[in-house]
């Protein structure tokens, strides 16, 4: 089955804690990209890629770290600068202009 | 000015009415858009994409998009109580995929 995954589901921080959101596709697409959603709120571009060792800051960049060492993955590390990490977190990706899939999303919270 | 604004709703509608939602986009060079459905603590799920002016129907959702008018809506036809959801509008802009705050759609019976 060709998707999009993201792993784990759910994750605990501690304070002062670096932690690694996991996000692999199969779909064969160029682009990948991270969101945050907060309660009620939209999604909010953390960092996008749209090559292999290529990637872009977002509107919420900041706190946060990414890497694009193959075309199937793109880890997103929330670092201890990010002071106010917890949310939902959404990989999605696409081909150039086209719709984007999503994964089942990672639900990140502070302890 | 948010690239890609929606109002937040929420937008109430009784069963079998029309749902209508609005977007609009601010950087001209976007080229395609896309209408999403989430529920609540699921991932957003695509309905709809457009990529050049006028209508497009599938099923119960027609997307309509007018570059001029930098707008983008949605119409729902014979609203269920299942399409009770946020809906997300979203832009492809250069070279990133911009989302607009989503409005909340409730169809009551």
């Known amino acids: 089955d060709g998707g999009i995954t993201q792993s784990p589901k759910y994750l605990f921080r501690k304070e002062g804690q670096n932690v690694t959101l996991s996000c692999e596709q199969n779909?064969?697409?160029?682009?990948m990209y991270w969101y945050r959603q907060d309660p009620g709120q939209g999604l909010r571009l953390i960092y996008y890629?749209?090559?292999?060792?290529?990637?872009q800051k977002g509107d919420i960049a900041e706190g946060y770290s990414v890497s694009r060492e193959k075309k199937e993955s793109f880890p997103l590390t929330v670092t201890s600068a990010q002071k106010n990490p917890t949310a939902f977190y959404l990989c999605?990706?696409?081909?150039?202009?086209?719709?984007?899939?999503f994964g089942q999303g990672t639900r990140l919270t502070v302890v | 000015q948010k690239e890609v604004e929606q109002n937040s709703g929420p937008l109430s509608v009784p069963e079998g009415a029309i749902a209508s939602l609005n977007c609009t986009y601010s950087d001209r060079g976007s080229q395609s858009f896309f209408w999403y459905r989430q529920y609540s603590g699921k991932s957003p799920e695509l309905i709809m994409s457009?990529?050049?002016?006028g209508d497009k129907e599938d099923g119960r959702f027609t997307a309509q998009l007018n570059k001029a008018s930098q707008y983008v809506s949605l119409l729902i036809r014979d609203s269920q109580p299942s399409d009770s959801a946020t809906y997300l509008c979203?832009?492809?802009?250069?070279?990133?995929?911009?989302f607009g705050t989503g409005t909340r759609l409730q169809v009551f019976p």
């Open positions: 457009i990529y050049s002016n």
């Open positions: 779909l064969n697409h160029d682009a």
């Open positions: 979203a832009a492809y802009n250069t070279d990133k995929l911009i």
């Open positions: 999605a990706s696409s081909t150039r202009l086209t719709e984007a899939f």
């Open positions: 890629s749209q090559i292999v060792n290529d990637f």
